[in-house]
């Protein structure tokens, strides 16, 4: 998903409704001006434009996700790989566009908001869709943290690796396991997850955009490089030759290669969030398919570069992670800030999807447990160097804690990044960026049923079903295949 912010749903609006004037209660007319610096729902008012939504989409959208292309390139070869990425480009950009219209419910300049995917989800298809997107969507949610695990560890590994192979000159192989690296992520993670809120610190998405941009060129940059040192654009045009893997394989590899192109463009989560941040008039909805098709043009020239050019310097043997594959030696010291940036961006980044877990177990259980001491007490902590102490609930630092052994106890268990990925694509594409939009906007728009409309949508629907499904189970395929050959918590690179 693009994904850093694909988890900046559920942003608690702290300030709910608090009208600043409650204009039933007063016969005189409020002045004017109180109008000017709020909106329609009574909320600060929004000031964004065309291009602070593209800014936020393309940093939502250039993730992690680049990391996989090159590989997935390899898997479909020239003429497919492309053709691929520009057509999840175009569904995307579609069902982009069929959300827009859901940011209010019923008219789409008066009508009431919807603040996050799940609000529009709730308000137009009600209760029992709405339970289902919950579930899918923490699943997703899950699985990212472990999908990060995994590749954040690999990064540091790479760093380690990459210096004892300079040292040595290339004669050691440098072979290490990549467990004490996660723990180490894992340990990380467990401290942040003790602060509040902590997705809602300003300057972490900043941090997160500037870092993906820095590997993501460093990446491209490399690719380049090496296709100037090698002279020739490698790879084929059906991409990886059967003989190299068997046809199984390849068939599987090929489904795989899709799960991975959908992850890099699923983020259809956070469009609603985003458009909640833009001034209105014009009408949001008209803003926001401005800002999706810049955007969603930007990030789809940039992944063709950067798979392309991977595939472009290694051919068929494009490594599944990019930076981490050792395709590259050196500039030892630029892949060293590359893998760098990647484990900084990764560490805000779980964050960023694991608080909303956070956020939805502590209020279902406070909903369940209303007056559970175990619950609510807090003890406080003195932490040299800051003026108030820590408030620490028991309950919090057990649970969050639990959480995070847990993704990294799996991500031990099966450390296969480009399977993971593949997986998670998989499972968020088909139902969050293609059936509860297109559900949400027959709804919304009262589209006959069997019209010609309908039937398309249906159709669209349909077909990216069976690439999800398709890309899931070529991805549990490459687990089960990759998990022959190894053996629980003893991976070394």
């Known amino acids: 998903m693009g994904e850093t912010a694909a988890a900046n749903n559920h ?29 329609d729902d009574g909320r600060l008012k929004r000031t964004g ?36 990425m520009l057509l999840f480009s175009f569904v995307t950009l ?53 999908g990060y695990t995994i590749a954040a560890s690999i990064s540091m590994m790479a760093i380690k690796r990459s210096n004892c192979f300079h040292k040595s ?27 509040p809120d902590f997705d809602q610190i300003w300057w972490i998405s900043i941090v997160a955009a500037v870092m993906s941009f820095t590997y993501s060129a460093i990446g491209l940059a490399l690719g380049i490089v090496q296709v100037a040192a090698n002279g020739v654009f490698k790879g084929s045009l059906t991409g990886i030759s059967i003989g190299t893997v068997t046809q199984t394989q390849k068939i599987w590899r090929t489904f795989q290669a899709l799960g991975d192109i959908a992850f890099a463009y699923s983020y259809s ?21 401005k800002a999706t098709k810049i955007s969603i043009a930007v ?25 981490t594959g050792f395709g590259f030696y050196n500039p030892f010291w630029l892949l060293d800030i590359a893998n760098a940036a990647i484990v900084v961006h990764l560490i805000g980044a779980y964050q960023v999807f694991a608080q909303p877990i956070f956020a939805f177990i502590e209020k279902s259980v406070a909903e369940r447990y209303p007056d559970n001491d175990f619950l609510s007490k807090e003890f406080e902590i003195k932490i040299p160097g800051f003026k108030s102490p820590y408030k620490a609930n028991v309950f919090r630092v057990v649970y969050r804690s639990g959480f995070v052994v847990t993704t ?7 450390p296969f990044f480009n399977d993971v990925v593949g997986i998670l694509g998989a499972l968020g594409f088909w139902p969050l960026t293609v059936y509860f939009p297109v559900e949400m906007y027959i709804k919304q728009r009262k589209v006959e049923k069997w019209s010609t409309r309908w ?23 490459g687990v089960m295949l990759d998990l022959k050959v190894y053996k629980p918590f003893k991976s070394t690179y």
């Open 408 to 414: 990294t106890v799996i991500s031990m268990l099966m």
């Open 455 to 477: 039937v398309c949508l249906q159709m669209l629907s349909v077909a990216c079903l069976v690439i999800s499904v398709v890309a899931g189970v070529g991805s549990i395929a």
């Open 94 to 146: 579609y069902s982009s566009t069929l959300l827009s219209d859901c940011y209010r419910t019923g008219d789409a300049v008066s009508g009431k908001r919807n603040y996050t995917y799940m609000d529009a989800v709730r308000s137009i298809l009600g209760g029992f869709k709405f339970k289902i997107c919950g579930l899918i969507q923490y699943l997703n949610l899950f699985g990212i943290a472990i």
């Open 269 to 289: 989560v956070v469009l609603i969030e985003i458009q909640d941040t833009v001034r209105s008039p014009p009408a949001e909805s008209k803003t926001m398919k």
């Open 49 to 84: 434009t065309v291009w602070t939504a593209s800014a936020h989409i393309i940093t939502a959208v250039i993730g992690s996700g680049v990391l996989s292309l090159a590989w997935a390139i390899a898997q479909l070869g020239w003429i497919a790989g492309p053709a691929v």
């Open 299 to 323: 990030t789809t020239i940039f992944y063709m570069l950067c798979g392309s050019m991977g595939y472009a310097a290694f051919g068929d043997a494009a490594p599944g992670n990019l930076l």
């Open 169 to 195: 000159g290339g004669k050691d192989p440098c072979h290490m396991s990549s467990n004490p690296y996660m723990i180490a992520f894992g340990v990380a993670e467990i401290l942040l997850s003790q602060v």
């Open 11 to 39: 942003r608690h609006h702290h300030h709910h409704g608090h009208q600043v004037f409650d204009v039933a209660s007063h016969d005189v007319v409020p002045p004017q001006p109180a109008f000017k610096c709020f909106d």
